[in-house]
């Protein structure tokens, strides 16, 4: 899913803190543009995203896409 800079507001923005994460600075997921790619175009990993972060994707997620 694409990233932003620019805050926005609720679940479907979760913020990316920069650091472990490969991110220069913070920014957020749009859980609202969700893409999907081929797992052979990832030819290098940048970081690793916190626990805390990837369940926020996650319950952002469950919400666009009526899951819960």
Do not use: N
């Not at 600075?25 to 916190?50: E, H, M, N, P």
């Amino acid at each position: 899913m694409p990233i932003s800079s620019t805050a926005g507001e609720g679940a479907f923005y979760p913020a990316l803190e920069a650091g472990r994460s490969g991110l220069r600075r913070r920014s957020y997921a749009l859980v609202d543009q969700v893409r999907s790619i081929d797992k052979r175009r990832i030819a290098t990993v940048f970081g690793k995203l916190a626990e805390g972060e990837i369940a926020a994707i996650d319950e952002g997620l469950i919400l666009f896409l009526g899951l819960g």
